[in-house]
Protein backbone atom coordinates (compact mmCIF):
# COMPACT_ATOMS: atom_id res chain seq x y z
CA UNK A 1 0.00 0.00 0.00
CA UNK A 2 1.16 3.69 -0.38
CA UNK A 3 1.74 5.62 1.93
CA UNK A 4 1.34 9.80 2.04
CA UNK A 5 4.04 10.76 4.95
CA UNK A 6 2.81 14.25 6.40
CA UNK A 7 5.86 15.96 8.13
CA UNK A 8 3.38 17.11 10.61
CA UNK A 9 4.96 19.38 13.13
CA UNK A 10 4.08 22.79 11.03
CA UNK A 11 1.65 21.22 8.67
CA UNK A 12 -1.92 22.93 8.35
CA UNK A 13 -3.17 21.21 5.98
CA UNK A 14 -3.33 17.74 8.07
CA UNK A 15 -7.25 17.22 7.94
CA UNK A 16 -7.32 17.58 3.87
CA UNK A 17 -4.45 14.76 3.94
CA UNK A 18 -6.74 13.05 5.74
CA UNK A 19 -9.73 13.11 3.02
CA UNK A 20 -6.99 12.90 0.13
CA UNK A 21 -5.46 9.77 1.68
CA UNK A 22 -8.75 7.78 2.51
CA UNK A 23 -10.63 8.97 -1.56
CA UNK A 24 -7.39 7.42 -3.04
CA UNK A 25 -6.70 4.70 -0.63
CA UNK A 26 -3.32 5.48 0.64
CA UNK A 27 -2.02 4.95 4.45
CA UNK A 28 -2.00 8.50 6.07
CA UNK A 29 1.38 8.42 8.42
CA UNK A 30 1.50 11.42 10.18
CA UNK A 31 5.75 12.08 11.73
CA UNK A 32 6.16 14.30 14.49
CA UNK A 33 8.33 15.36 17.60
CA UNK A 34 5.55 15.30 19.60
CA UNK A 35 1.66 13.99 20.28
CA UNK A 36 -0.69 15.44 18.04
CA UNK A 37 -4.11 15.21 18.13
CA UNK A 38 -5.78 13.19 15.60
CA UNK A 39 -8.99 11.76 14.13
CA UNK A 40 -9.27 7.68 14.61
CA UNK A 41 -9.32 5.87 11.50
CA UNK A 42 -8.02 2.84 10.54
CA UNK A 43 -5.59 4.47 7.36
CA UNK A 44 -4.00 6.67 9.84
CA UNK A 45 -1.11 6.60 11.85
CA UNK A 46 0.58 8.65 13.90
CA UNK A 47 4.88 8.18 14.79
CA UNK A 48 6.04 10.55 17.78
CA UNK A 49 9.80 10.72 16.96
CA UNK A 50 12.59 12.15 19.47
CA UNK A 51 12.69 16.15 19.63
CA UNK A 52 15.54 17.01 17.74
CA UNK A 53 16.17 18.54 14.40
CA UNK A 54 15.88 16.79 11.91
CA UNK A 55 14.64 13.44 13.58
CA UNK A 56 11.20 13.33 11.86
CA UNK A 57 12.80 14.48 8.49
CA UNK A 58 14.94 11.48 8.68
CA UNK A 59 12.83 9.21 9.74
CA UNK A 60 10.41 10.23 6.72
CA UNK A 61 13.01 10.01 4.15
CA UNK A 62 15.06 7.10 5.61
CA UNK A 63 11.15 5.00 4.40
CA UNK A 64 9.87 7.20 1.72
CA UNK A 65 10.00 5.11 -1.53
CA UNK A 66 8.66 5.11 -4.95
CA UNK A 67 4.62 5.66 -5.33
CA UNK A 68 4.46 7.40 -1.76
CA UNK A 69 3.67 11.15 -1.22
CA UNK A 70 5.82 13.82 1.51
CA UNK A 71 3.75 16.54 2.44
CA UNK A 72 6.39 19.03 3.36
CA UNK A 73 7.73 22.54 4.09
CA UNK A 74 11.04 21.05 4.34
CA UNK A 75 13.06 21.60 1.25
CA UNK A 76 15.98 19.46 2.24
CA UNK A 77 13.50 17.22 2.92
CA UNK A 78 11.48 17.27 0.04
CA UNK A 79 14.43 16.66 -1.92
CA UNK A 80 15.90 13.91 -0.34
CA UNK A 81 12.32 12.41 -0.82
CA UNK A 82 12.43 12.75 -4.68
CA UNK A 83 16.10 11.44 -4.20
CA UNK A 84 14.50 8.19 -3.17
CA UNK A 85 11.48 7.84 -5.51
CA UNK A 86 8.74 9.22 -3.71
CA UNK A 87 7.00 12.70 -4.63
CA UNK A 88 6.66 15.51 -2.54
CA UNK A 89 4.13 18.07 -2.29
CA UNK A 90 4.20 21.47 -0.35
CA UNK A 91 1.52 22.06 2.26
CA UNK A 92 -0.12 24.23 -0.65
CA UNK A 93 -0.08 21.73 -3.20
CA UNK A 94 2.76 22.90 -5.46
CA UNK A 95 4.73 20.11 -6.37
CA UNK A 96 8.23 20.06 -6.30
CA UNK A 97 10.00 18.41 -9.21
CA UNK A 98 13.62 17.10 -9.77
CA UNK A 99 14.26 20.19 -11.40
CA UNK A 100 12.41 22.95 -9.34
CA UNK A 101 14.35 21.27 -6.14
CA UNK A 102 17.69 22.89 -7.30
CA UNK A 103 16.41 26.12 -7.16
CA UNK A 104 14.03 25.77 -4.27
CA UNK A 105 17.24 24.66 -2.20
CA UNK A 106 19.62 27.48 -3.47
CA UNK A 107 17.35 30.41 -2.66
CA UNK A 108 17.35 28.35 0.51
CA UNK A 109 20.95 28.24 1.39
CA UNK A 110 21.01 31.86 0.01
CA UNK A 111 18.39 33.25 2.42
CA UNK A 112 21.13 31.50 5.56
CA UNK A 113 23.33 33.03 4.72
CA UNK A 114 21.74 36.74 4.09
CA UNK A 115 20.33 35.91 7.67
CA UNK A 116 23.85 34.87 8.79
CA UNK A 117 25.56 38.07 7.92
CA UNK A 118 22.34 40.31 8.85
CA UNK A 119 21.64 41.43 5.69
CA UNK A 120 18.02 39.90 6.33
CA UNK A 121 16.47 39.26 9.46
CA UNK A 122 12.80 39.05 8.31
CA UNK A 123 10.24 37.54 5.78
CA UNK A 124 8.62 39.67 3.35
CA UNK A 125 6.25 42.25 4.29
CA UNK A 126 2.84 40.80 5.19
Known amino acids: MHVLYIDADAC???DECFRVAERV???AVVVS????NLPRAPFIEQVVVDAGPDVADDWIA???GPGDIV??????????CLKGGAQALRPNGSVFTPDSIGSALAGRMVGEHLRSVGAMTSGPPP
Open 71 to 80: VTSDIPLADR
Open 62 to 64: ERA
Open 33 to 36: NGWI
Open 12 to 14: PVK
Open 25 to 27: GFR
